[in-house]
């Protein structure tokens, strides 16, 4: 019986490597900013973090290993309390996807959240249920995935994201009990409660819609054809434009522009078509985010 334990945990652990999470994950703790304590607390809590997201299959979706979306956690640690295992941190999330047929990676998602405070101390196992959100680290840290998993199915597919966003929003919706301050309905724009519900919010579906244009019919397409991928991250621009236009309280479009300047810019700067089509776009991502007038005006040369 021993041996035969053994060989069906053997035959799942290849089955969950073949077929593992839906994250690739990597998790940076940076304590530098705290002084006089025991740094194994830190450096287990990092590792747990990252297993905790990668050893876990999330949807239930079979990804294989060049499958997963890579992303980066780096949290910076600005209070901490030994005794309570009170951490006061921020954390800065970027999540990418490959380009087709190119060595070019991209941003698909990325954002810093100055409110990722929690309680933690050495060796606490990291429990997770949907259904059951009553711990802030593990709460935020399904917030998230599943909030990266949607955005990355939406630029795979047309709104393909739905179920994964819709479980993120759920978290949001349960974690209002938790009093933490990025769950709060009301006072902030850009927590983690406003960015989901505004992302499900049925005004905002070019946003969606816009995310599989931009990535699936635009860069994913430029390797083979460079002026129809331009023409289709075109479009999907002008889809960002009418997202903003239908609510410009929500800061998911200016949060676009804000990880994707570089990139919007690299891909016209050698565009042909120039002119007026170039000016319209100055326009349109001036009015989205004119604290980024600076790239637009590039836009122009």
């Given at each position: 019986?021993?041996?035969l334990?053994?060989?069906?945990?053997?035959?799942?652990a290849v089955?969950?490597?073949a077929?593992?999470?839906?994250?690739?994950?990597?998790?940076?703790?940076?304590?530098?900013?705290?002084q006089?304590t025991?740094?194994?607390?830190?450096?287990d809590?990092?590792?747990?973090?990252?297993?905790?997201?990668?050893?876990r299959n999330?949807?239930?979706q079979?990804?294989?290993?060049?499958e997963?979306i890579s992303c980066?956690f780096?949290i910076?640690?600005?209070?901490?309390?030994?005794?309570?295992?009170?951490?006061e941190?921020?954390?800065?999330l970027?999540?990418?996807r490959?380009?087709?047929n190119?060595?070019y990676?991209?941003?698909?998602?990325?954002?810093k959240?100055?409110?990722?405070?929690?309680?933690y101390?050495?060796?606490?196992k990291?429990?997770?249920?949907v259904?059951?959100?009553?711990?802030?680290?593990?709460?935020?840290?399904g917030?998230?995935a599943?909030?990266?998993?949607?955005?990355?199915?939406?630029?795979m597919?047309?709104?393909?994201?739905t179920?994964?966003l819709?479980?993120?929003h759920?978290?949001?919706?349960?974690?209002?009990s938790?009093n933490?301050?990025g769950?709060k309905?009301?006072?902030?724009d850009?927590?983690?409660?406003a960015?989901?519900?505004?992302?499900?919010?049925g005004?905002?579906?070019p946003?969606?819609?816009?995310?599989?244009?931009?990535?699936?019919?635009?860069?994913?397409?430029?390797a083979?054809?460079?002026?129809?991928?331009k023409?289709?991250?075109?479009?999907?621009?002008?889809?960002?434009?009418e997202?903003h236009?239908?609510?410009?309280?929500?800061?998911?479009?200016?949060?676009?522009t804000?990880?994707?300047?570089d990139?919007?810019?690299?891909i016209?700067?050698s565009?042909?078509?120039?002119?007026?089509?170039?000016?319209?776009l100055q326009?349109?991502?001036?009015?989205?985010?004119s604290s980024y007038?600076?790239?637009?005006?590039?836009?122009?040369?």
């Amino acid at each position: 019986m021993r041996r035969l334990g053994l060989i069906m945990s053997l035959l799942l652990a290849v089955y969950v490597n073949a077929y593992g999470g839906e994250l690739n994950a990597r998790v940076v703790v940076n304590h530098s900013k705290i002084q006089g304590t025991n740094v194994s607390v830190f450096d287990d809590l990092q590792k747990n973090i990252e297993d905790f997201l990668n050893n876990r299959n999330w949807t239930g979706q079979q990804y294989e290993d060049a499958e997963r979306i890579s992303c980066n956690f780096n949290i910076t640690v600005n209070k901490y309390d030994e005794m309570s295992g009170s951490f006061e941190a921020s954390l800065l999330l970027n999540a990418y996807r490959p380009v087709f047929n190119s060595s070019y990676t991209t941003v698909v998602y990325s954002v810093k959240d100055e409110d990722f405070n929690f309680d933690y101390h050495e060796f606490d196992k990291l429990n997770f249920r949907v259904d059951q959100i009553d711990n802030e680290l593990t709460a935020m840290l399904g917030y998230y995935a599943y909030f990266i998993i949607g955005m990355d199915n939406d630029a795979m597919s047309l709104l393909g994201g739905t179920k994964a966003l819709q479980t993120a929003h759920d978290i949001a919706v349960s974690a209002q009990s938790l009093n933490g301050k990025g769950w709060k309905s009301i006072g902030s724009d850009k927590n983690r409660y406003a960015l989901i519900n505004d992302l499900l919010d049925g005004s905002m579906e070019p946003f969606r819609k816009m995310q599989y244009t931009y990535y699936r019919l635009g860069l994913d397409i430029m390797a083979d054809d460079v002026e129809k991928g331009k023409e289709n991250v075109t479009q999907a621009l002008k889809m960002l434009s009418e997202a903003h236009k239908n609510k410009r309280q929500s800061k998911l479009p200016q949060l676009f522009t804000e990880y994707k300047r570089d990139e919007i810019v690299n891909i016209y700067s050698s565009s042909q078509s120039g002119g007026k089509s170039n000016d319209e776009l100055q326009n349109l991502l001036s009015d989205i985010n004119s604290s980024y007038n600076s790239y637009w005006k590039k836009l122009l040369k």
